[in-house]
């Protein structure tokens, strides 16, 4: 899949300084001591429970999303993925389940998350809509792309220790088509979801007071760290569609000295020598290009994708706070006849959700922290993969040419 596909020119250029001045005036989320080598752990086991214990990571759910499928009905074409389960969890009948699904299903799954735990941070699944780019739905590029992650999202479920034993992901996971399509008629309405998600949109624009100092700093980071990732993302692209550029100006490059060697006898030994470096070089910057598309842009979207989703669960946690305080205000001025103890009730629901997002985000960033340290060390070894082999071909051109100039030199020496 093409990524900077459809992507005007003019738009990716007139940003760049803009870029790059993110970058240069603030430094917080640049700390190198921030980067922390600790990989999160995983507890064996924790139903219903958000505080994470420090436990060996033991990883006992493994799940592969492969075997992508077209299918054509009357009315619609869609895509279907095998989901293969392994597992030795007790509550599981089987040890290994294999059922297929398709994106509208794993959409659902992220849903039910989110309504079962609203202030736990939920991975992303890709986008349904394609942004950039004219590209085929059902390009092979795209299903590719889409499959690997709609695999990530699985498996970064398994290993949280708390959406892992949610009973959703369960059944999505072991239930037939049939019976998938049964459950998710006993969940809420769509009536019933839009009213949670205008109520916390309408919580975000009223703005809450008095929030906790760990919640505010959670916030002021989410906001600077989605700068700077949609920033790098940008720049990746852009970097991308420029490598792409000299590539095909490459490949050109080399047949020009072939054809030129047809008509320069004395010049035939340089030219197809340069040809031949050329179309080296094209090889490495195809290995460039693809390193960059597969191993470092993906992990740069799906944390775009987590910053939005990390805004939507802060306003999912105001929201739980502008009810509290409502009520407290309603009731200070004696306009309700409720209870106090619906006073303490949301006083209990709010700290649940305080614990648990400030929880989550421990974990969560140190997820974040370990995939982009990982990222951008593809990325250095992929650039140095790419120019050592460059300069490799290029010297032994070089010396090659400067060994030929001796003999010319010296005709004594010549054999």
Request: proline content about 4%; charged content about 30%.
């Amino acid at each position: 899949m093409e990524p900077t596909a459809g992507v005007p020119a003019s738009a990716l250029d007139e940003d760049e300084d803009d870029d790059l001045e993110l970058f240069s005036k603030d430094t917080t989320l640049m700390d190198g001591s921030s980067f922390s080598s600790m990989m999160p752990v995983s507890p064996l086991s924790m139903n219903n429970q958000y505080k994470l214990e420090e436990e060996a990571d033991v990883k006992d759910i493994f799940i592969t999303v492969d075997d992508p499928e077209s299918h054509v009905t009357a009315i619609e074409t869609f895509i279907t993925y095998r989901v293969a389960t392994k597992t030795s969890r007790s509550e599981f009948d089987s040890s290994e389940y294999e059922v297929r699904r398709r994106y509208q299903d794993f959409f659902w799954l992220k849903s039910r998350l989110e309504e079962a735990h609203p202030t736990l941070i939920i991975p992303p699944v890709p986008e349904k809509f394609i942004m950039k780019g004219v590209v085929e739905r059902f390009n092979d590029a795209f299903i590719e792309t889409r499959r690997k992650a709609l695999h990530t999202f699985l498996n970064r479920i398994a290993d949280h220790p708390t959406l892992s034993f949610n009973k959703d992901f369960k059944v999505f996971l072991t239930a037939q088509a049939w019976e998938l399509t049964s459950h998710k008629k006993q969940g809420p309405s769509l009536l019933s979801r839009m009213g949670h998600t205008m109520r916390a949109v309408a919580a975000s624009v009223r703005g809450v007071k008095n929030r906790p100092e760990e919640i505010v700093a959670i916030s002021e980071y989410v906001e600077t760290f989605s700068q700077k990732i949609n920033a790098l993302d940008k720049i990746a692209h852009r970097i991308y569609k420029e490598e792409k550029e000299y590539f095909e100006e490459m490949k050109e490059y080399g047949p020009i000295h072939t054809l030129w060697s047809a008509s320069e006898e004395d010049l035939v030994g340089s030219l197809k020598g340069i040809a031949s470096c050329t179309e080296k070089c094209c090889k490495a910057i195809e290995q460039l290009m693809a390193g960059l598309s597969e191993n470092v842009m993906p992990v740069v979207h799906e944390y775009i994708l987590y910053s939005e989703m990390l805004m939507n669960v802060l306003k999912r946690r105001d929201q739980i706070q502008a009810d509290l305080d409502s009520k407290v205000e309603a009731l200070s001025s004696k306009k309700t006849d409720k209870e106090p103890g619906e006073i303490g009730t949301l006083e209990d629901k709010l700290e649940c959700a305080n614990n648990a997002l400030k929880s989550d985000w421990d974990r969560w960033k140190q997820n974040m922290q370990s995939d982009l340290k990982s990222a951008f060390t593809n990325m250095a070894e992929i650039n140095i993969n790419c120019y050592e082999e460059c300069l490799a071909t290029w010297e032994s051109f070089l010396s090659s040419q400067t060994n030929l100039l001796h003999l010319e030199e010296d005709p004594e020496d010549k054999p």
